[in-house]
């Protein structure tokens, strides 16, 4: 049998029962479209992710107060509540160790904020200035507090977006405007560019102000929540971490680094993390779509048994007059192919058009890749011939006289 011949015969078969055809591709077309869009949306969650991670700063180390719970880990107890970091302790490793860019400590907490007939419930982060560097903070209007504000303890304030839309409206200038911070007030002197969500919490809804005003005005106390270190590149974090905790192991007076009153996390180490959960949630959508691709196998399966049946006759006359056992195969088999070919085809178009509204018409970021799509139809062309192969050696195992008895 000629290629020219088989493709004659496949087509013919397959137009031969229109809406039989068209309801075994439908369910080729689900399952192709469906990989593809999951897949998208664990990619672009993925993406979306790292950006925001990378946006929070680069060649980071996060120093936090808390006692490790085992020796390697990079989980504290009491993280964030504990009180064992200073800024004298941020202090000695900006001046004592060296590859270090810039180093920022600050303070967190949430207050209840209010401004005129308006308030809200949000993050007071007090910082220094550098803190603009460590974190990649850009500055939409106005200005970031300087650093004889930080010394003074001048009552400043500046707003992130979420923020300012909460309190005083999107197309409000808040910039001299008063707020109250846990009923103190406070001067609008800025607001920070948009950056998004970290995964974590929302870094566009944050107020910051001086570091020393948060302690003196706010906590009440002169610990840190946080110490950020800005490395001068990437060759040296793992050297900075080791002298950082060196270190602060020497200033805390603990001479077992198992019963480290702090513990330093990598900024390399989050990311990591990170894209492996994106990567398991990619392939749990991708395996959950990839369900819809099997049921349409078996809807191939279907088709093509029926079809064994209705043909019996055709086959046996075509075993009769010469035609071999594997002439029959190709031909059931290249059917088979032909309507995963045509499903998959459609299916990454619709897919790909799914992908694009998601992204158009939700907050949900998607990214469409070249190997997504080759894999969504290399398993559909695999699952055509897995799916087909059984009705096409059955078809060729007919006896051609009782094939041509068959009524």
């Known amino acids: 049998m000629s290629i020219l011949d088989l493709f004659e015969e496949t087509f013919f078969a397959i137009s031969a029962n229109k809406a039989r055809s068209f309801l075994t591709i439908l369910g080729i077309v689900i399952g192709v479209g469906s990989v593809v869009a999951m897949v998208s949306i664990g990619q672009g969650a993925g993406a979306s992710i790292e950006e925001s991670i990378q946006s929070m700063g680069s060649n980071l180390l996060m120093v936090s107060p808390g006692t490790q719970r085992g020796p390697g880990t990079q989980i504290s107890a ?6 064992s970091l200073t800024i004298e302790d941020a202090e000695a490793i900006e001046n004592e160790i060296a590859f270090i860019k810039a180093v920022a400590p600050e303070v967190s907490s949430r207050y209840q904020i209010t401004a005129k007939s308006t308030n809200t419930n949000t993050s007071v982060l007090g910082t220094v200035f550098s803190y603009t560097e ?6 939409d209007m ?11 303890s001048s009552k400043v304030a500046v707003l992130g977006p979420t923020v300012r839309d909460d309190l005083f409206g999107e197309d409000i200038n808040p910039i001299g405007q008063k707020i109250k911070i846990n009923k103190i007030s406070f001067s609008v002197i800025g607001v920070t560019n948009a950056k998004g969500s970290t995964g974590f919490s929302s870094q566009d809804d944050i107020i910051y102000i001086p570091i020393s005003t948060g302690q003196r005005f706010l906590s009440g106390n002169d610990y840190v929540n946080t110490i950020n270190i800005q490395v001068e590149d990437e060759e040296h974090m793992s050297v900075v971490e080791e002298e950082v905790t060196t270190l602060l192991l020497i200033r805390h007076n603990i001479s077992n680094p198992d019963e480290a009153d702090f513990s330093i996390m990598n900024q390399a180490d989050i990311l990591e993390a990170m894209s492996s959960v994106s990567g398991t949630l990619t392939l749990l959508l991708g395996a959950i779509a990839g369900i819809s691709l099997i049921v349409g196998g078996v809807g191939i399966m279907n088709m ?4 064994v049946t209705e043909r019996t006759r055709e086959i046996g006359l075509r075993k009769a007059i ?17 309507l995963t070919f045509i499903g998959g085809t459609i299916g990454i178009i619709l897919g790909w058009i799914a992908s694009v509204a998601i992204t158009q018409f939700s907050d949900t970021t998607t990214s469409v890749s070249t190997w997504s799509i080759f894999l969504a139809f290399g398993v559909s062309a695999f699952i055509g011939i897995v799916f087909g192969y059984y009705p096409a050696r059955r078809a060729a195992s007919l006896n051609p006289i009782e ?3 068959y009524e």
């Open 322 to 338: 010469g035609a071999k056992s594997k002439d029959i195969i190709l031909q059931f088999l290249s059917e088979a192919t032909a």
């Open 134 to 139: 460590v974190k990649n903070l850009g500055i």
């Open 142 to 152: 106005g200005t970031f507090f300087s650093e004889q504000d930080v010394k003074s």
């Open 78 to 83: 009491g993280r964030g509540s504990a009180q």
């Open 304 to 307: 093509m048994l029926t079809t």
């Open 403 to 405: 094939a041509l008895r």
